[in-house]
């Protein structure tokens, strides 16, 4: 379906989402210059609480960074909170909305031949001291299987090596497939890529789906209306309406460079390292005014709070049904992201350990470490983690290791085998689940071994006694003194 005019909904886009960050108070402005190659990765590092807008960036640009700067800002973007945002996006993944065509959008306000644009004349930042250069962290990715046209849509991290050339990486998923599709015909993959738009998008090409399903369709789903999407001039493939840039370009079949260093989610540089494709582009179109978006990855960072939401929910939606439907409460991925907490009551023994084997066996290659807990346990609060890990668990009965398992291959602890670019490429490794529950509801006399202690008068509040009491002396108490919700 092709309709030429916009609809009366003014649709979600970067804009609307500064505009939402500004009203909550969320959005902090940067009205100072700042060089994107030497500070403005300094910047977004030390900004985990709020989102930041750069408005005095070189050539003129303006840029978003940090939004969302932690899960409590992506709950905000879901209209959920910290603790509700994972079991909704969990349902959002189960509707997802098909995209309409449209003819054209704000996206297509100018449109750049090649030799009219360079890509070195961006903001770009880079992000961290030993990085090989700048690098695009959120430029999403627009590919087609060669065999059927369905479409997918990822992250790919974009070194910048010329006004019209980028690094790719290539991880072993959908558009890497691909990528081996086109090569085996000896054809250049085109590819489209999308800077600027609302962080739905973003979580969306985060989240790991079946291959020939459109990440798309799962972005309408959390957005709850319909991605418009418009033609690309020069490849055959479709962007957002809405988006602030387009590349369009395509990746060469067989030809490899070095790529990488590059600041990555676990807080390290090297992995991914190596050999890998690069893409040309020939276009590029954008809004009149564009906004730039500059994406940080790090164990806390931006890019880490992109794969944690969609990554938890499909874990979440993955472990509801185990055994016929567990009272389960939630579910959150670990700093660095290769651990995965799993919030649930028991109904049976043996029950965390069950869901915990299919934590560790999802549509995500990361999750290594699965750890289960009760609903006592502030789960956004690590020092509640570590409590349970060392008050609840009997190593020899409750850590079990499967050794010989396949791995993330940006896992720098575990061993590579092959090399990036390359088939082979992997990590070899094992995986560990711990159940740190107590016994289930069900034996309330071995349970109740594990009450936790509460003070007679929980409402009491210190400052009404002190006047000089005031709430940081309490903030690392958790959540459950206060009454929360999670008390069952
Ligand atoms: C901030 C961020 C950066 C990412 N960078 C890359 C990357 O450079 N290369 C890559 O292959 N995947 C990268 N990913 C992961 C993929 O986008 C993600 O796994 C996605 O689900 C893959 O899509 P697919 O399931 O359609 O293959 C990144 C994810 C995030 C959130
Ligand atoms: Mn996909």
Request: charged share 20%; aromatic share 8%.
């Amino acid at each position: 379906m092709v309709s030429s005019s916009r609809s009366d909904a003014q649709p979600k886009d970067m804009r609307s989402w500064i505009a939402e960050l500004e009203a909550a108070g969320e959005l902090i402005r940067v009205d100072k210059p700042v060089d994107p190659l030497t500070q403005m990765g300094s910047l977004l590092y030390q900004c985990r609480e709020k989102a930041l807008l750069f408005e005095k960036l070189p050539h003129g640009w303006r840029a978003l960074g940090q939004a969302p700067a932690n899960v409590r800002l992506a709950a905000l973007a879901f209209g959920a909170t910290e603790e509700t945002v994972i079991p909704l996006v969990a349902e959002r993944l189960g509707t997802r909305i098909p995209t309409v065509m449209v003819a054209t959008g704000p996206v297509k306000d100018v449109a750049l031949k090649k030799g009219e644009f360079d890509l070195t004349q961006l903001p770009v930042h880079v992000a961290g001291q030993r990085d090989g250069g700048p690098v695009i962290g959120s430029g999403l990715v627009v590919t087609k299987d060669p065999d059927t046209g369905q479409r997918n849509v990822s992250f790919h991290r974009l070194q910048i090596k010329g006004p019209n050339k980028s690094g790719i990486l290539l991880y072993p998923r959908h558009s890497w497939k691909n990528y081996l599709k086109y090569q085996a015909r000896n054809e250049p993959m085109p590819v489209a890529v999308f800077i600027g738009h609302h962080p739905l998008y973003y979580a969306a090409a985060a989240t790991t789906a079946a291959y020939g399903i459109d990440e798309f369709e799962i972005a309408g789903g959390f957005l709850g209306e319909a991605v418009r999407l418009v033609k690309c001039d020069t490849v055959d493939l479709e962007v957002p309406a809405d988006a602030e840039i387009v590349l369009e370009g395509h990746i060469p079949p067989h030809y490899r460079e070095e790529e990488g260093p590059f600041s990555e989610f676990q807080d390290y540089y090297v992995t991914g390292t190596g050999k890998n494709p690069i893409v040309e582009y020939q276009h590029m179109t954008r809004r009149h005014d564009a906004i730039f978006k500059n994406l940080q990855n790090g164990s806390e960072m931006e890019g880490c709070v992109f794969h944690k939401i969609p990554m938890s929910a499909t874990i979440y939606r993955r472990l509801k049904d185990v055994g016929g439907g567990p009272n389960l409460h939630n579910v959150m991925a670990l700093p660095g992201i290769f651990g995965v907490v799993v919030q649930m009551t028991q109904r049976y023994y043996g029950e965390a350990k069950n869901l915990l084997m299919a934590a560790l066996s999802s549509e995500y290659h990361h999750p290594k470490i699965a750890i289960a807990v009760d609903a006592d346990v502030d789960i956004f609060n690590h020092t509640e983690l570590m409590w349970a890990l060392t008050t609840r668990v009997n190593p020899e009965r409750d850590v079990v290791i499967i050794p010989g398992t396949h791995n993330h291959a940006m896992d720098a602890s575990l061993p590579e085998i092959g090399a990036p670019g390359t088939p082979l490429w992997q990590r070899a490794g094992s995986k560990m689940i711990i159940d740190a529950t107590i016994p289930p509801p069900a034996d309330a006399e071995a349970r109740a071994a594990f009450e936790r202690i509460r003070p007679h008068n929980p409402q009491l509040r210190l400052e009404d006694f002190a006047a000089e009491a005031s709430l940081p002396l309490v903030r690392g108490l958790p959540a459950r003194f206060f009454g929360s919700k999670l008390v069952r």
